[in-house]
């Protein structure tokens, strides 16, 4: 039997109704159906889903962002669209089922014994011989052979002799349907698991999403979804030591409250790392409070661990910070402040003032591991290649071999916590923050100083850029930010020139000790921004006047002709970095600090400390935030699913195997060998085929076997089985 592409034909109702009936239940529909359905599937696994709005117009601009929320491609899964295709998919399969089901199961107890003996010539497989056995003898012996080797047989006795019709394969037709039902179970396991039983919940009883704050124990019961709800997947997250049993369901346009019939309470949450910092283990070890017995049962939930109770499965989803505290100390890049320091928990805002301009910090978060990519060519001490030293041999050697090589070299490092926040002005715009705890090593180099990285960026689009603070002989920033007040003050530059001039020329030549000081006098004035305290103080408003290497580039610029400019520089810098020098010293003496020695080591911080000088006057912001402390809450988000669609699923995807190995791999194969006595009425023998045998020598034997094999697939397998049936059943060689 051919499966027929067309669709159902139905003899009543109008013309309409017939042709949407025979297209809804054909094949071409089906496919067409399943198209969709994989396109789709594709971007919903391309294109995040449910992720917030800004996050799509911050990727892909506004317009798109529009139009992935108009046609709900940040949302396909649940959209009206694909939840409509796989309910048309699911009737289309089902009346597919419906009109083949029946002609499948009925051929298979057909074996088509009534074949007409002189039809067996219009086979591509056929063949003759002469038995020397009579008809009715050689068809037993042949029906036992087959029956022997795995064959569906029967007889049947004609006036003219014997036919012989077997079967062997009918499992090429049951993988049809098992195929056709694997969808259709897939599908309304996807429709149960889906958001379809929710928004008709959300229809019949006047439920709608929820868009407010507050306390969960506050919503109204219209937001909230039945602890009977028969379907749903879940977001519950619960800090250590508190528990909760309400979770959240993100939808469209606002949220859903699922209450729960039991509650979680998270004892503790676990992470394991590698020894390159790298996590290996997420765990939460949680109790969970049953509403209705009061019975409370520990358990450890891990990932791909979930833990089951009344028919709700516990997954660990994710983790967040459950409202850790932090210290910070205010570091303002402006001169005449003070450092301060403010306390809060991670979520919260403090609200500060700078001058007359208020600021609000709001706490982002708190990251205690960070593991960081510090080879050569990656992560944050990423450079170039240098292309004179590549090695081809070498380069071949890391692109061949066992398949988990890389070309991507990593030296993966933990550079210990660090805290993320934004300062948001009075107009409410913010940019965000990252500031490591530690300083973090970023040069090999034995007398490379450790620094401590201050992150921004404009937008979560965009990357971090980071000022590098070198860290002091003490561990800490305190000498770098002393230096840059004291660079701000006039009194202070004008104390280290002439410093810087009497250590350098001492006091016998003061008429050249006039002409250094007024140069040092100038560069440095210059670097601090040529006196503009405002423009030097790093506020949040555009810098007008130059300052940094910056200002000194574009006073070479100017006053200096281009053929004298790298010598002017060099003599320029050399003196700039001996009077920052005189600075430093200057401060840490002030400070009841011992100087710093004059060695490689203190060369390499003051090299970097003239850099971090430099960009410190580009600093967006008024004041920098120095974590000092924090005291760590670390929360769970576990996914909570009711899904009763789950073993129908995984039930189709068991059929679906089947079936496809069923239709690929089983051949269906028929064969008949009709028996005519000697001389009687027989078929006509081989036109001149390959296959075909000629007809024996009268007088040799006493029946004429003719032989013909059938099957859905031509294939060398099928060739090789015919030669061999040829042989057993006709003993032809």
């Known amino acids: 039997m051919t499966v027929s592409t067309q669709g159902l034909n139905v003899n009543w109702g109008s013309r309409t109704l017939r042709a949407s009936v025979e297209l809804l239940s054909s094949m071409r529909f089906s496919i067409s159906l399943l198209t969709v359905i994989c396109i789709a599937s594709v971007i919903g696994t391309v294109l995040k889903q449910q992720e917030p709005l800004s996050n ?13 929320s108009l046609v709900s491609l940040n949302t396909i899964y649940s959209a009206w669209w694909f939840l409509l295709i796989l309910a048309f998919l699911v009737v289309s399969c089902s009346l597919c089922i419906a009109r083949n089901a029946p002609k499948i199961l009925a051929d298979l107890n057909q074996l088509k014994e009534n074949v007409r003996e002189q039809s067996l010539k219009a086979f591509g497989h056929r063949a003759e011989g002469m038995l020397s056995e009579s008809a009715e003898a050689a068809a037993q012996r042949i029906g036992q052979t087959l029956v022997q080797s795995g064959w569906k047989v029967k ?21 049809y349907i098992a195929a056709h039902s694997a969808i259709v ?57 508190s528990q909760s049993g309400t979770a959240i369901l993100n939808q469209p346009g606002g949220v859903l409250l699922q209450d729960l019939p039991f509650s979680i309470e998270l004892k503790k949450f676990i992470v394991e790392y590698y020894s390159t910092g790298m996590p290996k283990l997420f765990a939460s070890d949680i109790v969970i409070h049953d509403k209705d017995t009061g019975e409370k049962i520990p358990a450890r939930v891990e990932v791909n661990h979930p833990v089951s109770h009344r028919g709700i499965e516990i997954y660990q989803s994710s983790f967040d910070d459950g409202g850790s505290s932090v210290t910070l100390k205010a570091i303002p890049m402006a001169a005449a402040s003070k450092p301060f320091e403010v306390q809060g928990t991670i979520g919260s805002t403090s609200d500060l003032t700078n001058g007359n301009e208020k600021l609000t910090l709001e706490y982002t978060a708190l990251r205690v591991i960070n593991v960081e990519n510090f080879a050569s060519g990656s992560g944050l001490s990423g450079s170039g290649t240098d292309v004179r ?6 380069a071949i050697d890391a692109r061949l071999g066992a398949a988990n090589k890389t070309v991507t070299q990593k030296e993966l490092r933990n550079v210990g916590p660090s805290v993320m926040y934004k300062l948001r002005d009075a107009a409410g715009q913010a940019r965000e923050f990252q500031n490591y705890m530690l300083p973090v090593k970023m040069d090999t180099a034995s007398d490379a100083p450790a620094v401590f990285l201050m992150g921004v960026r404009e937008t979560p689009a965009d990357p971090f850029k980071y000022l590098r603070v070198p860290a ?25 020139v002439q410093r810087y001039a009497r250590n350098a020329l001492g006091s016998d030549k003061p008429q050249l000790a006039q002409q250094l000081v007024a140069s040092a006098s100038r560069a440095l004035a210059l670097f601090a921004g040529a006196g503009a305290g405002s423009a030097a103080a790093g506020s949040s408003s555009s810098i007008k006047t130059p300052a940094g290497l910056q200002a000194i580039s574009e006073f ?5 002709p281009e053929a004298e400019r790298d010598r002017a520089g060099e003599v320029l810098v050399r003196i700039l970095n001996g009077v920052l020098f005189e600075l430093t010293q200057m401060t840490r003496e002030q400070a009841g600090l011992a100087p710093l020695p004059q060695d490689d080591k203190t060369q390499a911080f003051m090299s970097q400390a ?25 929360a769970s988000v576990f996914q909570v699913t009711r899904a009763p669609g789950k073993t129908i699923v995984y039930l189709g995807c068991a059929l679906l195997i089947l079936g496809v190995f069923a239709m690929l791999y089983v051949r269906e194969r ?41 099957t859905n697939r031509k294939t060398m397998d099928g060739d090789k089985e015919f030669e061999m049936l040829k042989t057993k059943l006709l003993q032809v060689p």
Not at 56 to 68: C, E, R
Not at 165 to 174: D, I, M, T, V, Y
Not at 219 to 229: A, G, W
Not at 618 to 632: G, H, I, N, R, T
């Open 610 to 634: 003239v850099l971090s000088l430099s960009d410190a006057n580009y600093y967006p912001a008024p004041m920098a935030f120095e974590l000092k402390d924090f005291k760590q809450v670390q």
């Open 556 to 560: 070479m610029e100017v006053n200096v």
């Open 472 to 496: 002091d002989a003490e561990g800490g920033m305190n000498t770098f930010f002393r230096v840059r007040a004291a660079l701000a003050d006039p009194a202070q530059r004008e104390r280290a």
């Open 185 to 241: 179970l897939v599908c309304v396991g996807g429709l149960l698991d889906g958001d379809l039983i929710v928004r008709a919940q959300m229809w019949l009883n006047n439920k709608s999403t929820y868009t407010g704050g507050g306390l969960i124990a506050d919503v109204p019961t219209q937001y909230r979804l039945s602890p009977s709800n028969p379907t749903f997947r879940a977001n519950l997250l619960v800090s250590e030591g």
């Open 670 to 710: 028929r064969v008949w060998v009709w028996l005519a006595p000697r001389g009687g009425d027989k078929a006509p023998p081989g036109d001149g085929d390959a296959r075909s045998v000629t007809e024996s020598t009268p007088g040799i034997g006493a029946t004429q076997a003719t032989m013909a094999l059938s």
């Open 155 to 175: 007889l049947q006795h004609r006036p003219a002799g014997w036919m012989v019709a077997a079967k062997k394969g009918s499992a090429n037709k049951l993988g």
């Open 56 to 68: 799509y117009v911050n990727q892909f601009g506004p317009f798109w962002a529009q139009v992935f």
């Open 389 to 394: 030293k590549v090695d081809l041999g070498q």
